[in-house]
């Protein structure tokens, strides 16, 4: 028995178990990840290192939080996955049993909200071999968040945001075969339309056409190395530098991390780049296309639309009726082209497009519970001109 209890649920709901078997390759990859969290605070702990533990503790948080939960959200949301939830239950608990020394009143707090038990510092230290241990899963899947990192960091570099389909990541890595598997991650994570994988070999860079551009930090660099950083500047500009591991030749003169960075530019002006920590690169397309640029504009509706429903105090699950008035015809043809994935998202029953004030939807508005509208300037999202969004619980009207 590994605690006081279950996961308990105030009202009615699903109660969590304890377990640690599931198959779904997300509940694996927790499972493999908590493990390596116990092993590894453990020893810090025991090694009195507890500014290492708390590392330990953030950065499994990042894991827990803005990649498990977040990536899970449908199948928590469709309420009949066990697993997600036993899976979670698990995970917390234990996390806050080996985050107890640390943050010993919190922690205690989270885990007799989690448990119903006396006290988390009445209960045993985790013992990470009741989890399963996949090295391989954990490593790939880190790499795919890592992937997935560096990508949306280049679409905050040129200003894409993260709504507007893109056409192709490249991923050019020793490791592609196993990364495929998760293709399907990645294109939803980075929101584009295909993920290409190419091996790293010699002639990556001149194969996809890039340069390395190197720049030295003379104000890291000069108290080091005194007069020679201008020789180093002349050096890096003329190209004469190597890269060795960490550090990198430049003149003749070595240069230390921190003195100097590395950039990799492309021949091509709509392609973004960026390295990968592990090795290899991330090549993102970034042209668009009135098409992408449509169902971008979509994709910002359905944000707003999802807004206006919980403005309007509506549950997740009911049915509405949505209009969308605008003062532009290019926003209301790029969003007709994709009426019915705007209504799938949104559980609109019916959806209606127009320029002018409709009487129906006025009356509407005033008699049906649940109504909301939201007013968009032009250019607050990727519309041209004004947008009016209706929304109201399509049970309460007739129209």
Same mark, same amino acid.
């Given at each position: 028995e590994h605690v006081e209890g279950t996961g308990r649920v105030e009202g009615t709901g699903y109660e969590a178990q304890w377990r640690t078997e599931s198959t779904n390759v997300l509940d694996r990859y927790l499972n493999a990840k908590t493990r390596q969290l116990v092993l590894d605070v453990t020893d810090q702990l025991e090694a009195l290192d507890s500014p290492m533990a708390a590392a330990k503790l953030r950065d499994f948080g990042d894991v827990l939080t803005n990649w498990y939960v977040r990536r899970s959200r449908d199948r928590f949301w469709a309420g009949t996955d066990t697993e997600s939830f036993d899976t979670l239950y698990t995970v917390l608990e234990t996390l806050t049993r080996v985050a107890a020394p640390l943050i010993p009143l919190?922690?205690?707090?989270?885990?007799?909200?989690?448990?119903?038990?006396?006290?988390?510092?009445?209960?045993?230290?985790?013992?990470?071999?009741?989890?399963?241990?996949?090295?391989?899963?954990?490593?790939?899947?880190?790499?795919?968040?890592?992937?997935a990192s560096a990508g949306l960091s280049l679409r905050k570099s040129m200003s894409l945001r993260v709504r507007l389909p +893109?056409?192709? @990541?490249? /991923?050019? &890595?020793?490791?592609?075969?196993?990364?495929?598997?998760?293709?399907?991650?990645? +294109?939803?994570? @980075?929101? /584009?339309? &295909?993920v290409d994988f190419s091996p790293l070999e010699a002639d990556s860079f001149e194969r996809f056409g890039i340069t390395q551009k190197l720049t030295v930090n003379s104000r890291a660099a000069g108290p080091r190395i005194g007069k020679?950083?201008?020789?180093?500047?002349?050096?890096?500009?003329?190209?004469?530098w190597e890269a060795t591991g960490d550090t990198v030749v430049v003149g003749g003169v070595e240069l230390l991390p921190g003195e100097f960075e590395l950039a990799l530019q492309s021949a091509d002006d709509q392609n973004a780049i960026a390295f990968l920590a592990d090795g290899g690169f991330v090549i993102l397309d970034t042209e668009t296309t009135p098409e992408l640029e449509s169902e971008g504009l979509a994709r910002d509706m359905i944000r707003v639309v999802q807004d206006t429903r919980k403005a309007a105090g509506l549950n997740v699950s009911d049915r509405i009726a949505l209009s969308i008035r605008g003062e532009a015809s290019a926003d209301l043809e790029a969003l007709t082209m994709f009426q019915s994935t705007i209504q799938a998202d949104t559980l609109a029953t019916e959806l209606r497009f127009g320029h002018d004030a409709d009487p129906a939807v006025g009356a509407a508005l005033g008699s049906a519970a649940g109504s909301q509208r939201t007013t968009l300037i032009p250019g607050q999202y990727a519309n041209t001109g004004a947008l009016v969004i209706d929304v109201w619980k399509a049970a309460s009207v007739d129209v």
């Open positions: 919190v922690g205690d707090e989270i885990w007799r909200g989690l448990t119903a038990g006396r006290s988390v510092h009445l209960t045993d230290w985790p013992d990470a071999t009741v989890f399963p241990a996949d090295d391989e899963l954990v490593t790939t899947m880190d790499r795919v968040r890592a992937i +893109l056409a192709k @990541l490249t /991923v050019v &890595s020793d490791d592609g075969a196993s990364l495929a598997q998760f293709a399907d991650i990645l +294109l939803q994570e @980075l929101n /584009v339309k &295909s020679q950083v201008q020789t180093v500047i002349k050096a890096a500009r003329a190209g004469d």
